[in-house]
Each structure stands twice: as structure tokens, then as C-alpha cells.
């Protein structure tokens, strides 16, 4: 009877580590990993038209990921979830990758960090329109950690009004709008199949439009032509950005509420600070530490919020 006892109390602490722990884990990635990409596609942007490199990151990621299943002979999508491929393809990668990657050329990169951070408030308006309402402390939490981002990047809230920054603005809150409703759309459907496979070929539909929309409108480049630090910038952005840390994403949103996945959003513009300072020699100040604490209250308080509330 001891041992029985025991042996459901280790159990019991596997799955909750498995329903909870990975997911959080994974969450935690993508919160780095992602405020990481930022610096790489900046880089990149300076070099390559923005769609095109957006289009040749998709097309090489989306390669390695349907290779890899066409080795393990996963079986294809049928009919009706090309459909829903075809769908999050759109809203994933042609507009949300897309117009981010664009947008990048013209704000700042502190106005960039605002807008990213609206992502998860658009989550939960989508969300209330469908009738689903978080928690009040989570809601709370999710509005500090907007809070915070905006402490962090103060000087940069008067860009909103900046005339030079227009065109980028809008680029920049249609992708988040995109990528809120790309989120749900696959937390609806990725149960119906393998949702990796999925991703690959989100990915190889969009780069291919992607690039084939910048040698029409005439903006491409020879590939030839990429400078080096071009190539390491979309080595990095293929690796980590599109593979790794999009199977981490998408293992946490399956097992976590989609509110709760979407705060990565608030870690990102702090990864992104903190890298600038230590890459680029940017300056720190109180109001990044504060803006950081603020933030990080805000996302503690969004978990705690919805574990009590499940």
C-alpha cells in the first residue's frame, strides 16, 4: 500500500509537470528566443527588402520542417484542413510576418516594442467578442505588463504621433491584429492535426508568395548579392525564430490558455534592451528597471490569475 501510495504521488508530479511544467518551460523559450529575433531581422532589413528576406526565411524553414515529415512519411493533410493551412498561412506569415518584418523599416525600434506588446490585449478582445472573459486579476496583469513596456520605451510613445512613422505604425498593429487572430485560430484547429506539419507548409505557401510578390513588384535582389551578415541574420532567424522556437510556441499553446501563451509578448522588448545594451552598448536606466519590474509583476500576476482561476 506504501509503495502504491508513492508511486501515484510520482504520477501524479509527472503529469502535472507535463500539463503545467513543459508548457512553462516552453513559454520561457519563446519569451527569450523570440526577443532575440528582433535584433536579426533588423539587421537583415538594413541589406534586403523586407518581404524578400521575410520570403526566403519562410521558404528555408518551411523546407527543413516538410522534409523532416516527408522522412518520417507523416501522413498529408486532406481536403478540408488545406483549407485551414491555407487560412493560417495568410494570417500567420503573408500578413503578421510579413507587414512585422516591413513595418520594421519604418518606426523605431521602441515603437516597434510597444505595438508588438498589444498582441496579447488584442487576444483578449477577440476573445471577449466570442464571450470568453479572463479573470479580473489576469486582465489586471495583462495591462501591467503593457504598462510596463511602455515605462521601458517612454520616449519613444511620442513616435505614435510622429508623421515619419505613420506608414510603419499601421503596418505594424494590422501584423499584431493578424497574428491575435492566426493564435486562436490555431489553438481552434491544431488538435484536428499534426500541428508541426502544418507549420512547415504554413510556412513553404507564404515564403513562395512572399518572394514571388517581391520579384513582381520589382524590389527583389540576387540572392548572390546577400552579404554575409545577411545570411547569418536569416541562418539565425531559419534556426532559432522559425523551427525551434516555433515548435516550443506551439507546444505551449496547445496546453496552455491562449491569454497565458501570448504574454511572451511582454518578455520580448526586455530580452531585446538587455541585448542592445550588451551587443550594441545601448544605455540602461531606471526607467528600463523600473519598466522591467512593472512588466514581469504584470505577467506573475497574469499566471497566477489564470492557474487559481482553472
Not at 511620442?158 to 497574428?179: E, Y
Not at 517581391?214 to 541562418?235: C, D, H, M, N, Y
Amino acid at each position: 500500500m506504501a509503495f502504491s501510495g508513492r508511486q501515484s504521488v510520482v504520477n501524479a508530479a509527472r503529469q502535472r509537470a507535463g500539463s503545467i511544467g513543459l508548457p512553462m518551460l516552453a513559454l520561457c523559450w519563446v519569451s527569450f528566443f523570440w526577443g532575440t529575433t528582433w535584433l536579426a531581422s533588423k539587421e537583415g532589413v538594413r541589406h534586403v527588402p523586407a518581404l524578400q528576406l521575410c520570403g526566403v526565411r519562410q521558404l528555408i524553414g518551411g523546407s527543413l520542417y516538410v522534409l523532416y515529415f516527408l522522412y518520417k512519411k507523416a501522413p498529408w493533410p486532406n481536403g478540408r484542413q488545406w483549407l485551414t493551412i491555407g487560412i493560417l498561412s495568410f494570417l500567420n506569415f503573408m500578413l503578421s510576418n510579413g507587414l512585422s518584418t516591413w513595418g520594421v523599416k519604418f518606426i523605431s525600434s521602441g515603437l516597434g516594442a510597444i505595438i508588438g506588446a498589444i498582441f496579447p490585449l488584442w487576444i483578449v478582445i477577440i476573445m471577449a467578442f466570442k464571450g470568453q472573459r479572463l479573470p479580473l486579476l489576469a486582465l489586471l496583469g495583462m495591462l501591467l505588463g503593457f504598462g510596463g513596456v511602455c515605462i521601458i520605451f517612454y520616449d519613444h510613445l511620442k513616435d505614435f504621433v510622429n508623421a515619419d512613422f505613420r506608414f510603419g505604425i499601421i503596418l505594424s498593429v494590422a501584423a499584431t491584429i493578424s497574428w491575435a487572430i492566426g493564435t486562436l485560430y490555431t489553438k481552434k484547429k491544431a488538435a484536428g492535426f499534426n500541428p508541426y506539419f502544418s507549420l512547415g507548409l504554413q510556412m513553404l505557401i507564404s515564403g513562395s508568395v512572399l518572394c514571388g510578390i517581391s520579384e513582381a513588384s520589382g524590389q527583389a535582389v540576387a540572392l548572390r548579392t546577400f552579404p554575409a551578415v545577411t545570411w547569418w541574420a536569416i541562418a539565425y532567424l531559419v534556426v532559432i525564430g522559425s523551427v525551434l522556437t516555433f515548435i516550443a510556441y506551439i507546444y505551449s499553446l496547445q496546453r496552455l490558455p491562449a491569454a497565458l501563451a501570448s504574454i511572451y509578448a511582454y518578455i520580448n522588448p526586455i530580452i531585446a534592451v538587455l541585448l542592445g545594451a550588451a551587443v550594441f552598448h545601448e544605455p540602461l536606466n531606471a526607467w528600463i528597471a523600473i519598466g522591467g519590474l512593472v512588466t514581469i509583476s504584470g505577467v506573475y500576476l497574469v499566471n497566477w490569475a489564470i492557474r487559481r482561476d482553472r
